[in-house]
T-cell receptor, first 111, second 111 residues
Framework: QKEVEQNSGPLSVPEGAIASLNCTYSDRGSQSFFWYRQYSGKSPELIMF????GDKEDGRFTAQLNKASQYVSLLIRDSQPSDSATYLCAGGGPAGTALIFGKGTTLSVSS | DVKVTQSSRYLVKRTGEKVFLECVQDMDHENMFWYRQDPGLGLRLIYFSYDVKMKEKGDIPEGYSVSREKKERFSLILESASTNQTSMYLCASSFPPVEAFFGQGTRLTVV
């Protein structure tokens, strides 16, 4: 059974702090990983994808991938109250395979 | 800038009705997916398709079927709606390894 695991939280951080969200995956065939942000009642919105080992930065967001440890993380710098949401991690294989999602981590940023 | 469009945001159907949920993407993606999302259970894969007329069962296909007659359109069919199919339904399409987008979601209530 292919699985993606996330700590459900809630993760609480003060405004301006760094939020660190983590994800592990069981399928070594997974090639790419996606981070989504989901506000209550809305559909998931893609923040970042990563498929190479190391770090990938986009504005306040940094995704990190360690394939040897089967570990993916998302760092949010200078967290804002508007970042309060559920963050979903997903792993995908080559074309023709399904995207597998974790259950999400709830982040709360207090002002 | 619309990429994945679901036919309805909200839908109310009666028990026993046959229900069609439509999803259209304009990105020429090969992969398309149907998920349902319920509190505490995360995103669960119902079916996915990797090509026209091709489909694969996901984790919870019972009570559902799908149709993909054209590359851009993926339909989910509830053969005989039941109250336990009340849920948020999310369609997604992907282009591995770099893109995977969701539609806006359909909140289905079966009464």
């Amino acid at each position: 059974q292919k699985e993606v695991e996330q700590n459900s939280g809630p993760l609480s951080v003060p405004e301006g702090a760094i939020a660190s969200l983590n994800c592990t995956y069981s399928d070594r065939g997974s090639q790419s990983f996606f981070w989504y942000r989901q506000y209550s009642g809305k559909s998931p919105e893609l923040i970042m994808f990563i498929y190479s080992n190391g770090d990938k930065e986009d504005g306040r967001f940094t995704a990190q991938l360690n394939k040897a440890s089967q570990y993916v993380s998302l760092l949010i710098r200078d967290s804002q109250p508007s970042d309060s949401a559920t963050y979903l991690c997903a792993g995908g294989g080559p074309a023709g395979t399904a995207l597998i999602f974790g259950k999400g981590t709830t982040l709360s940023v207090s002002s | 800038d619309v990429k994945v469009t679901q036919s309805s945001r909200y839908l109310v159907k009666r028990t026993g009705e046959k229900v069609f949920l439509e999803c259209v993407q304009d990105m020429d993606h090969e992969n398309m997916f149907w998920y349902r999302q319920d509190p505490g259970l995360g995103l669960r894969l119902i079916y996915f398709s990797y090509d026209v007329k091709m489909k694969e069962k996901g984790d919870i296909p019972e009570g559902y079927s799908v149709s993909r007659e054209k590359k851009e359109r993926f339909s989910l069919i509830l053969e005989s709606a039941s109250t336990n199919q009340t849920s948020m339904y999310l369609c997604a399409s992907s282009f591995p390894p770099v893109e995977a987008f969701f539609g806006q979601g359909t909140r289905l209530t079966v009464v």
